[in-house]
């Protein structure tokens, strides 16, 4: 079954460094999503991608956050400059033209900056 | 006016019983509402999802009923078995943004 994968599964960082996490949608899928979740907190969404552009974003995705799709298959969240409140798991998900609503998620990267 | 607010917090279910879990939302504009299942270290797995046309959904174990009136749906799941025992979210989007509830920890005990 097709499933997005993402890397690093761990990621440790200084504060202030770049970051970037990277993901595999699953395959035919057209819309793509960052959603973070802090320790023992609920998923919040981050962002929404579609042909080539941001579709919607949310007030935690400000100017230190940029998404890409630098090629047919990867999806990338690159953070300039971390800050502690950063530390978090970062999920991506995809969905498909089929079904728009339906967001399948990857197993994440945990971010933690010290 | 984008929440979604989940209840219990915790629930603690013996095998065989019924797990219920509450979630009621604010923005009239949500119109797909998901369930997600996630276990410790892992990402969240769609577990069911119901579209407002409708009041009830039953896939195997899982069943949401939804009550549009009330701005209100809930997972039941039926003859809960402790492989069943995570976390458990409710979601609502008008868009393409997941809205999450808090989450409900589930444990079921053998």
């Known amino acids: 079954e097709p499933e997005v994968t993402q890397t690093p599964s761990h990621q440790v960082t200084q504060m202030g460094q770049e970051v970037i996490l990277r993901c595999v949608p699953i395959?035919?899928?057209?819309?793509f999503y960052w959603y973070r979740q802090i320790l023992g907190q609920k998923v919040e969404f981050l962002v929404s991608?579609?042909?080539?552009?941001?579709?919607?974003k949310s007030e935690i995705f400000d100017d230190q956050f940029s998404v890409e799709r630098p090629d047919g298959s990867n999806f990338t969240l690159k953070i300039r400059s971390t800050k502690l409140e950063d530390s978090a798991m970062y999920f991506c998900?995809?969905?498909?033209?089929?079904?728009?609503?339906?967001?399948?998620f990857g197993p994440g990267t945990r971010l933690l900056v010290l | 006016q984008q929440q979604v607010k989940q209840s219990p917090q915790s629930l603690i279910v013996q095998k065989g019983g019924i797990s219920i879990i509450n979630c009621a939302y604010e923005?009239?504009?949500?119109?797909?509402f998901p369930w997600y299942q996630q276990f410790p270290g892992k990402g969240p797995a769609l577990l069911i999802a119901?579209?407002?046309?409708?009041s009830e959904k039953k896939e195997g174990r899982f069943t949401i009923s939804f009550n549009k009136s009330a701005k209100q749906f809930s997972l039941h799941i039926m003859d809960s078995q402790p492989g069943d025992s995570a976390t458990y979210f409710c979601?609502?989007?008008?868009?393409?943004?997941?809205?999450f509830g808090s989450g409900t920890r589930l444990q079921v005990q053998p």
């Open positions: 998900a995809s969905s498909g033209i089929a079904n728009t609503k339906t967001q399948y």
């Open positions: 395959s035919n899928h057209l819309y």
């Open positions: 119901i579209r407002p046309d409708v």
């Open positions: 923005n009239t504009a949500f119109d797909y």
């Open positions: 991608f579609y042909n080539n552009e941001i579709s919607e």
């Open positions: 979601a609502g989007n008008p868009g393409r943004a997941l809205t």
